[in-house]
């Protein structure tokens, strides 16, 4: 089946720096990823649809200027969470449909832990 | 509104058993549903999914059964094995949409 990594897995920062996440379709071209946040005990809600080479879509209540969203290829989309604050500490993982398939299966990456102290 | 529910939020089910997980939708253009299985700290890895015009798909131990008229769809795993021990979440999508939305998640653990 169809391979995402995320890059890194687990990330540790101070309040206030900024903090990137790499998501890889490594073996199928993704024209569409998508970045989803998950709490404790809570749901994978979707943050954004990242499209290659145009903006980002944004959720209801998703703030695009703190979670910058860059689809630089077909292979990669980049989450970038500016001026961290504790309460952006969750579990962020990126999804991606492979073009090639006729259903409608999305591939999850391993996912990012990040905690801001 | 959680248009996606799985009013279970665990399960306990014995090895060999059959192990059910529930799922309830409230949107009525929802036309394709998906079953992931997800571990502790990784992504949720996809297991089965069934079309609205089906009301049965089978693959191996799973199986998932959709009736339309309830809004309901179950995910049946025969023989349950400890290895079937994770979070199972219930995902549907809207004809002509990519964005899957998710149930809460049952954690299933199977006892040896």
């Known amino acids: 089946g169809a391979v995402v990594s995320q890059h890194p897995s687990r990330v540790i920062c101070k309040s206030g720096t900024s903090v990137k996440i790499e998501c890889r379709s490594l073996?199928?071209?993704?024209?569409?990823m998508f970045w989803y946040r998950q709490f404790p005990k809570q749901s994978l809600m979707l943050m954004a649809t990242?499209?290659?080479?145009?903006?980002?879509?944004?959720e209801q209540g998703v703030e695009k200027d703190k979670f910058l969203i860059n689809h630089a290829s077909l292979t990669l989309s980049t989450l970038t969470v500016t001026s961290a604050h504790p309460e952006d500490s969750s579990f962020y993982i990126c999804?991606?449909?492979?073009?090639?398939?006729?259903?409608?299966?999305?591939?999850f990456g391993p996912g990012t832990r990040l905690t801001v102290t | 509104d959680q248009q996606v529910k799985q009013n279970s939020p665990s399960l306990s089910v014995q090895e060999g058993r059959i192990s059910i997980l529930n799922c309830d939708y409230t949107?009525?253009?929802?036309?394709?549903f998906l079953w992931y299985k997800k571990y502790p700290a990784e992504g949720p890895t996809f297991l089965i999914s069934?079309?609205?015009?089906?009301d049965k798909n089978e693959d191996g131990r799973f199986t998932v059964f959709l009736n339309k008229s309830a809004k309901h769809l179950s995910l049946h795993i025969v023989p349950s094995q400890p290895g079937d021990s994770a979070v199972y979440f219930c995902?549907?999508?809207?004809?002509?949409?990519?964005?899957?939305?998710f149930g809460k998640g049952t954690k299933l653990t199977v006892n040896p």
């Open positions: 069934i079309s609205s015009i089906k």
């Open positions: 073996d199928f071209q993704a024209t569409t």
């Open positions: 949107n009525s253009m929802f036309d394709y």
């Open positions: 995902a549907a999508l809207q004809g002509g949409s990519e964005k899957l939305v």
């Open positions: 999804s991606a449909g492979d073009s090639r398939s006729w259903t409608y299966e999305q591939y």
């Open positions: 990242s499209n290659e080479g145009s903006k980002a879509t944004y």
